[in-house]
């Protein structure tokens, strides 16, 4: 990466939490978005990642968001259980309870982000989250 790619996705960052209070929300949020500014595509302007609410159709969650950067790395190429998209997100220093991570996965579903398969394992049934 170029320095002058750099300094561009630290002021988006910057900029994007400009109306934020100072503290450490405001420090979480800039870390999230200046570290998906600097994994993105090449070819991919900055500014074009910061999700806003004319992009997303409404508010979306900071869950919801990390769940969309692993479906744009291809994590769910493979149909996955929610234990296994707990991991993946735990992998890349995301901590969350599994039962945080129903909802956003289900509303994903619906706005048709991703699907999803009831399927047996072990005789118990579960739902596998994939993009086809």
Do not use: C
Not at 65 to 83: T, Y
């Amino acid at each position: 990466m170029r320095p002058t790619d750099l300094i561009k996705a630290r002021r988006t960052a910057e900029a994007a939490v400009a109306d934020m209070a100072d503290g450490p929300l405001k420090v979480a949020a800039f870390e999230t978005i200046l570290s998906r500014l600097l994994d993105r595509p090449l070819g991919v302007t900055p500014e074009a990642l910061v999700p806003t609410p004319a992009r997303t159709g409404g508010k979306r969650s900071v869950t919801t968001g990390r769940i969309l950067s692993l479906r744009d790395d291809g994590f769910f190429s493979q149909p996955r259980s929610l234990g296994e998209v707990k991991a993946a997100l735990a992998e890349r220093g995301w901590h969350y309870p599994q039962e945080n991570l129903g909802t956003p996965l289900t509303r994903l579903v619906q706005k048709k982000f991703l699907r999803r398969a009831q399927v047996a394992n072990g005789g118990k049934k579960l739902w596998k989250y994939s993009l086809y």
